[in-house]
């Protein structure tokens, strides 16, 4: 009984506040999220929706910023509103990208939704077709320039050699940049030559594209002598490596004969924990970084002729994470 009433109660409250327009503050019931959106070569089915709903009395209304400035979701052009979702058709790397927030307001006021960011990952074609050759004598040691086309997004690289499906394995003598995509041969031999295609790949759209081949041609003037390491891939000076992410350090080496790679902290720590040092030596990979791991490293390539090393210094950091709020104006 007591239950009935405090039921009748309720509802002829609710009435009274929709009958004396008492107003309720718009609060969000869903706020957009971040997009990363892969562009695939060719693609033109393209459509995005960022999120947004609001309760509040009376019922709000929405428009949308992007990048502090207002949306005009006007007849014919991209933008719809559906509800307080905004969709976005036809996606355009150019105009599209960037922050965006929603707004839902009512009489009572406006509040603003957190900030969501549209990334594009796309991958272009390679717009050279031909390449010349490269000429270098037996023993000499060579670089073939990859080049990749515009883009966004991680890209990882290999290199066919003559014919798919045959591709360059690395090892003590060649090696391929994943910083760079370049393919590194520290001392040529007569069967390296042939024709060299950089292949690279879009990490997010999973998209691969092939560059014009470069052929790889023997010189018959002589052959090169033996001479000390030269380093030709490098780390930066300074890599600031935040806490508990993976870091990559690249290093590489020409000459005659084939150098070694090794690696040691210049400090004279040991390297403690596991580090995974690839089988080529070229890469030094660091898991899960931690103050500990922070120092100057250096890389040392050396054969019979000399030896030739390279430093950088690893800095460690914690990430500040940024909270983004939920204002009201
Ligand atoms: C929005 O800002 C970002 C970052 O400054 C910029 O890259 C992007 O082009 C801007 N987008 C538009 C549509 O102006
Ligand atoms: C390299 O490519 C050229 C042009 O397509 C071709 O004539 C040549 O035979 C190729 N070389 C090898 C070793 O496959």
Known sequence: MELLWKLILLLSLVECLEGSGVLLRPEFTKQPGSVVFPLQPGENRRE???SCEAQGHPPPF?????NDSFILPRPGSHYSLMG???RISHLNKEEDVGIYQCLASNSFGTIVSREASLH???LENFKTQRRSPVRVREGQGVVLLCGPPPHTGELTFTWIFNEYPSFVIQDTRRFVSQKTGNLYIAKVEPSDVGNYTCV???TVTKSSVQGPPTPLVLRVDGVMGEYEPKIEVQFPE???VAKSSTVKLECFALGNPVPTISWRRA??????RKVDINKASGVLEIPYFQQEDAGVYECVAENTRGRNSAKGKLSFYVYALMMS???AL
């Open 48 to 50: 995005v929706v960022f």
């Open 238 to 240: 300074v890599v600031p």
């Open 120 to 122: 594009i990952a796309y």
């Open 325 to 327: 709020a939920h204002q």
């Open 200 to 202: 690279v790949t879009n």
């Open 267 to 272: 400090d004279g720590a040991s390297f403690g």
């Open 62 to 66: 929405y428009r949308w910023k992007l």
């Open 84 to 86: 307080g979702n905004l």
